[in-house]
């Protein structure tokens, strides 16, 4: 039995999950803030399932953090983009935005551009994973918007990320 | 998050007087070091008009000119033995005694209810001879003007470098903190005088640029939470939206005839390369497309090849390409982080920012002998900008947490920084020589 849960919108979602076995519906469960929505039913009607477990914590986390001068996202997210790339396939009406951000050091025009690059490494990504391309915005703000002040290597680790945007 | 644009746009006048919009909030520091000052004296100009002194004291901005130019000791009034202010009184004798190289005599002469005549002498003490003497009509709108003018001419007769003193600076400040943040674009007089905001936004404002004739300023707006480039006139305030394609839409710079703009546009794969965009018919040529970041463009003085920032061989170095998108030649080999390249307005001297073992600093290369000259001090050190006699550049540092501009110059003997008391201070561009 499938049931569609949503924040946002209409849309009916097959889980591409039961190909692994696990029972019954998915949860989709992220409104516009990011944070899921917590209703849910597996085929008996009551506990979340582990997978819906992880896939819920996996569509919490919003923001995507880099290593010095690279574009690549690490390895330990490649998991929770998973979840967030089904999940966006999974419901197409759903959009949001990928925000790229780069560390204050170097040229601030340069930063613009390893800030979309990180954006767009997210983003292609998530289309190979399932996504469609006109669901997701992307923007760059280079080192416009840290998300911590300071000249310390870890207000440099923090502002090095993508974050994404629910719409 | 609340992004409407908060958008004074503000008539850009030569008459200083603007009711509000003038925050004077520019100080000069002099931090300079090294480097010889050739003693001079500016004698106090002399006054014939109605009221009991002149309007404006031309002779103030003439010393505080040359002075801040890093080459000249002027005198202090009290050791003057004399204080002529015609030429007819100037005792060459009384000058040799203090060792003065150059004497700047001058006087004011009312002819009308807001008309005056600005008059100067320079003299060179040792050949006890005349080197210029000019007159030039003035308001009191137009006083402060007139000045650096004739410091702009006593400065270049006296080292052959045309004088700067009469240019202006661009720069975006940046205040408040999170989400409560005012930027704004503004322009002041190339001594810190006279700041006018041009342009004012709650998104970021990013990487102005001066066209040839210092009409127009174009920038980057974050208003909409996404990159467009704008042009606006300055004395009008009007603004167009020449870019405003998906993606990145970054780092705007005029072609030397003011008709082009080379730009970065990432497009809709992310792809960030270089284009060159024509204003009047609005197409677009693209001339890099390689996977690389290719970005910061800027154009050589004659018009038909732009350097940029790529970091195709691993990390950012800067690349020639020509206009007609020849294959885009490597320029920087030294050191593992080269961008933002500028060309000085003589074509002579590169200017980047070049990462000097884990700092940031603006260093020149000379494209002649393919020297490197580390010219700042800072760790965060970026946006150079060469003053368009190509003698001196402006750029962007730190002191403490706040963002400072710091003018150095070519040859590295003078460096001075520009503090605002308003938050940080970036992007500076030098503007081109104004008419």
Redesign the interface.
Known sequence: MVISLFALGACSSTSDMDEDGSEGSTVSSSDSSGSSATTSASSDGGQLTQEEIRAQNALRQTVFYFDFDVAEFQAEDRDTLTYHARDLAANPGKRFRLEGHADERGTREYNLALGERRANAILNYLIVNGASRSQIEVVSYGEERPAQSGQSEQSYNRNRRVEVIGR | MGNFVVRRLVVFGICAVLGGQVQAELKFEITDFVGKRAPVAVVPFGWEGEAENAPFDISAVITADLSRSGRFAPIAENDMLQKPTTGVDVDFDDWSILAVEAVIIGKVTQTGANAYSVQFQLFDVFKREQLVGYRMPASRGTMRRVAHRAADMIYEKLTGIPGVFGTKVAYVTAQG?DDNRLYTLVVADADGENEITIMESTD?I??PAWSPDSRRLAYVS?EN???TIYVQTLRTGNRIKVSSRV??N??PAFSPDGRKLVL?L?GI??N?DIHILDLASRKVTRLTTNRS?D??GTWAPDGRAIYF?S?RSG??QVYRVGVNGDSPERITFEGS?N??PRLSPDGSKLAM?H?DRGN?RIAVLDLDNRDLLVLSGG??D??PSFAPNSDSLIYAT?QG?NGVLETVSADGLVRQRLASRQGDV??PSWSPFLN
């Open positions: 903190r970021p990013m990487s974050f939470n996404i990159s993606g990145i970054g780092a970065t990432g794969d992310g960030l970041i970005t910061e920032t970091d990390g950012p982080y961008a933002r920012v990462l940031y760790s965060q970026e946006s730190r947490r970036r992007e």
